[in-house]
């Protein structure tokens, strides 16, 4: 039988956005998380609108941020307990051609779903409304990098009980640049001031992490696979 | 090359290195003592005081140092994780694992002198100042390296995780380091950033460098101490062991 990449690659895409479709009530939890914690920030401020305003667009970029991370350790844990992991590690095809797929499936699932609870991100916290295309924007390319994080960390963690708090020091102090690029866009529109260049550093960093990271996870699950 | 190979993979082998290692440690302590004592006696006591800050810039003479290892032991640990993914030797693996709490601990020492000379210089304990906050970011590298090869049952397959996440963390720190100073200019224009090295003086320098060589020496000093240790635990199964602690040979 004739193997051709493409095809492994469209069929390794289309079964990861099929699962998570079966599964789409899942995906209302992160959702709810975020706004979750929005509205426990609001609440931790007061009822200071200016100072929950200034920082509405960093803490929203946040909220993301950590409902993306809490998502990470399902990338591979699922797999690995019905067996579905071995089949990839054994799997003709390269690994890091399957893991770019899950990593494409899981940003476009998580990153962009989770991106779209930004207007009502953007309704708790007052974020003035010209911020939020910039802060989707910023968002929609920054969780690319961060998934790519993620998969990295996940696929280090798989082989233990549980990622939990190791997981969060693997992944975290690594989301630092885009986090600080991603939130420096919306930061740069608040000042008035040109967001070409912390978008494009956002852009840049994500892509050189999204074509890196399923190398080095294909690395990291033999590893701890053999 | 050829022999630089068969040279290397000679003192790779662990009861070789055990004993290479074990020759090496008093020179390397005593060398510690000789030349980190008297630096730090004249630095902490001797040298002038600093026309600025007074008496507290004192403090870089074992700031600094400890930054500069804090810095190398993790080139140190990620090159030792090259090594430990490409040859796969046990002594590599075994080093990744070793060097992470030496890193780790002058990372820690770093920024508590750090925020100790942020106190009376700046008025804060701590700063959001580039150089601080990179330097937290290493300590959770640090962290996530410590965790994941504990983490593991199997020790060998920890090392080797830790020796990849090593890696990972060696490409993004530049990378961080880059993003956390654009980060600073960005939010605060004009933070007080006079570090004490630009006002340096000469009387000054040389104690700062012998200072220094000082951590350096403490820190291969350290790590050849902690790889002989995980040496023995890694290798108990084997002969040479037995010989080197002089044990009596089990019946089993």
Redesign the interface.
């Known amino acids: 039988m004739e193997l051709s990449l493409g095809l492994a690659f469209r069929a390794a895409l289309r079964r990861e956005l099929k699962l998570a479709w079966r599964r789409r009530g899942d995906l209302l939890h992160p959702f709810a998380f975020t706004l979750l914690v929005a509205t426990l920030f609001a609440i931790g401020v007061g009822a200071e609108i200016n100072l929950l305003q200034r920082a509405a667009g960093a803490v929203a970029f946040l909220c993301v941020l950590l409902a993306l991370f809490l998502s990470v350790d399902g990338l591979f844990r699922p797999d690995r307990d019905d067996g579905q992991l071995d089949h990839l590690l054994v799997s003709p095809v390269p690994l890091p051609l399957l893991l770019s797929a899950r990593l494409l499936a899981y940003w476009l699932v998580h990153g962009i779903g989770l991106t779209l609870a930004c207007p009502l991100l953007a309704l708790l916290l007052r974020l003035p409304a010209e911020q939020l295309p910039v802060l989707m924007l910023a968002l929609s390319t920054a969780t690319l990098g961060m998934s790519a994080i993620g998969l ?1 960390g996940a696929a ?2 798989v ?2 009980k549980r990622g939990g708090i ?1 997981l969060a ?2 992944v ?3 989301y ?2 885009l986090l ?2 991603g939130s ?1 866009t919306v ?2 529109q608040a000042a008035g001031e040109p967001i070409a260049g912390a978008l494009y ?1 956002t852009a840049a ?1 994500s892509v050189f992490l999204a074509t ?1 990271a399923p190398f ?1 996870a294909a ?2 699950l033999r ?2 696979m053999d | 090359m050829q022999r630089f190979w068969i040279w290397l993979s000679r003192y790779a082998s662990p009861p070789v290195f055990y004993r290479t290692a074990g020759l090496w440690r008093p020179w390397l302590g005593w060398a510690t003592l000789l030349v980190g004592g008297p630096a730090l006696i004249y630095g902490l006591f001797f040298a002038p005081p600093d026309y600025l800050q007074g008496e507290s810039y004192r403090i870089i003479f074992i700031h600094v140092p400890s930054a500069w290892v804090s810095m190398f032991a993790y080139t140190a640990m990620a090159g030792a994780g090259a090594a430990a ?1 490409i040859w796969h030797t046990k002594l590599s693996e075994i080093a990744v694992v070793a060097i992470a709490p030496i890193g780790a601990g002058f990372t820690a020492i770093t920024l508590v002198t750090g925020m100790l000379w942020g106190r009376p210089t700046w008025g804060a304990y701590w700063v959001w100042d580039a150089r601080l906050t990179s330097e937290l ?1 290493l300590l ?2 640090y ?2 390296v410590i ?2 090869a504990s ?2 049952g199997d020790a060998r ?1 920890g090392a ?2 830790a020796a ?2 090593s890696l ?2 060696l ?2 720190l530049p ?2 380091h880059y ?2 100073r ?2 600073n200019t ?2 605060q224009g004009s933070t007080v950033r006079m570090f004490g090295e630009s006002s340096i003086h000469g009387s000054m320098l040389w104690a700062l460098l012998a200072a220094a060589l000082a951590a350096k020496l403490y820190f291969v000093w350290s790590l050849l101490g902690r790889l002989q240790l995980r040496l023995l635990s890694a290798e108990s199964e084997k002969a040479w062991v037995a010989r080197e602690l002089k044990l009596e040979p089990s019946d089993a």
Do not use: E, K, Q
Request: glycine share 10%; charged share 5%; proline share 6%.
């Open positions: 990295i280090l963690t082989p233990l190791l020091l693997i975290l102090p690594l630092v640049p600080i690029f420096g930061a740069a550093l960093l890196l080095v690395v990291a590893l701890g | 993914l970011v959770f590298l962290l996530g965790g994941l983490a593991y397959r080797r995780a990849l996440l990972v963390g490409v993004n990378i961080i993003s956390v654009w980060w960005l939010h």
